[in-house]
């Protein structure tokens, strides 16, 4: 029994088509937005690919800008394919096409869902790539005059800046490294040389932050350094106060950032995914019925389409038969206690029963 069977007129049939023709390149404009979107957010991740290790945070914009490419190619063909439709001479041109480019375009609708699906599953992975790449950039924040490294500062400071952030998980990770260059500190001086002594590593810790990390919006000059020293600041209690520095981790700002242009994306590639399998439904529709219509032989009469032809669970045994069939094509059957396939093969003389040799004569 079919599923979800339609009887549709001529007149129905051609309404069908015509709107189909519509919706496909309506599904070509979607396939530019998925496109742009996938390019957005590569690029959005390329501006901050100084502070992310390297990972598979790219899967994601490269999904979305394959699939959209697709998307165009494939709706402009089904834009072709559903205005010839309305004609049914023309649609003769397509009668064995139409279905393998119902089933690749299905394939390529599920890609649509899992690119969406992406969206929402790649925080883990650019949560991790956040933290490893922030920890290293901070790490040679110091590194002003070392190549490959020296543009880390200006960065690392530019992005604490913008996202209103400190530090990978807060301003307490600039008190375990050592952001001030060595050639920026006074070897003269016994204070500098306690701390470096004071430490195993041998490196200058201090309790202080970059100026990056100061908080415009307080009403209190910047305390940079010596946060943990109450006597060090006139009225200043570093347990009760709220600090006038940037508390919240760059880490977790950039991870609210991605997120909200990733459900964004999700989002819009979910509602594009619901409008690719509604025009794929309706194709499925046209094809069925313009293939009955000519099995029929009646061009101007009704006929009926169809989801699928038999029910789901018949369609899924015939699909599986197929499937193990496949596999038993290649092989060759032996009759029961015989294995040589040469065997039991009957010579033919071709009618003669005796036939004479010829003797040598003798000399």
């Known amino acids: 029994m079919a599923v979800l069977k339609v009887k549709?007129?001529?007149?129905?049939?051609?309404?069908?088509?015509?709107?189909?023709w519509i919706l496909n390149w309506v599904s070509v404009v979607s396939g530019i937005i998925l496109f742009s979107l996938g390019l957005f957010l590569k690029i959005e991740i390329k501006k901050r690919n100084e502070v992310m290790a390297k990972g598979d945070v790219n899967s994601v914009p490269n999904m979305l800008i394959s699939v959209g490419v697709i998307a165009c190619i494939i709706n402009f063909l089904g834009?072709?394919?559903?205005?010839?439709?309305?004609?049914?001479n023309k649609f003769s041109r397509w009668k064995l096409v139409m279905l393998p480019y119902i089933v690749c375009t299905f394939c390529f609708t599920f890609c649509i869902l899992v690119g969406a699906l992406m969206c929402y599953t790649m925080r883990n992975e650019?949560?991790?790539s956040?933290?490893?790449g922030l920890r290293d950039a901070i790490k040679f924040y110091k590194d002003t005059d070392i190549p490959g490294r020296c543009f880390l500062k200006k960065t690392v400071d530019?992005?604490?800046?913008?996202?209103?952030?400190c530090g990978n998980n807060g301003f307490r990770d600039w008190f375990e490294i050592q952001w001030v260059s060595h050639r920026y500190l006074n070897m003269a001086s016994k204070e500098v040389l306690d701390r470096l002594k004071s430490n195993v590593d041998g490196k200058f810790l201090v309790d202080g932050v970059p100026f990056s990390c100061c908080n415009p919006s307080s009403p209190r000059p910047c305390i940079q350094y010596q946060l943990t020293n109450n006597s060090a600041h006139y009225n200043y209690d570093f347990l009760t106060e709220e600090l006038n520095i940037w508390v919240r981790g760059c880490r977790e700002a950039l991870l609210e950032y991605y997120t909200v242009i990733m459900r964004s994306i999700g989002i819009t590639a979910l509602l594009i995914w619901l409008f690719e399998l509604s025009v794929l439904i309706g194709v499925r529709y046209l094809q069925t019925a313009m293939k009955n219509v000519l099995l029929l032989g009646d061009?101007?009469?009704e006929s009926d389409g169809w989801l699928l032809e038999n029910s789901f669970v018949e369609t899924a045994k015939y699909?599986?038969?197929i499937i193990k069939n496949l596999g038993k094509a290649n092989q060759?059957?032996?009759?029961?206690?015989?294995n040589d396939p040469n065997i039991n093969v009957q010579n033919t003389n071709c009618g003669k029963t005796n036939v004479t040799t010829k003797s040598i004569p003798a000399a």
Not at 80 to 87: N, P, Q, V, W
């Open 8 to 20: 549709f007129t001529k007149t129905k049939r051609d309404k069908l088509a015509q709107i189909l």
């Open 79 to 88: 834009g072709k394919i559903c205005y010839d439709c309305s004609d049914t």
């Open 126 to 128: 650019l949560e991790e």
């Open 130 to 132: 956040l933290y490893l």
């Open 158 to 165: 530019m992005l604490q800046i913008g996202f209103h952030c």
């Open 299 to 301: 061009l101007e009469g």
């Open 319 to 321: 699909n599986i038969s």
């Open 332 to 338: 060759i059957s032996t009759v029961s206690g015989t």
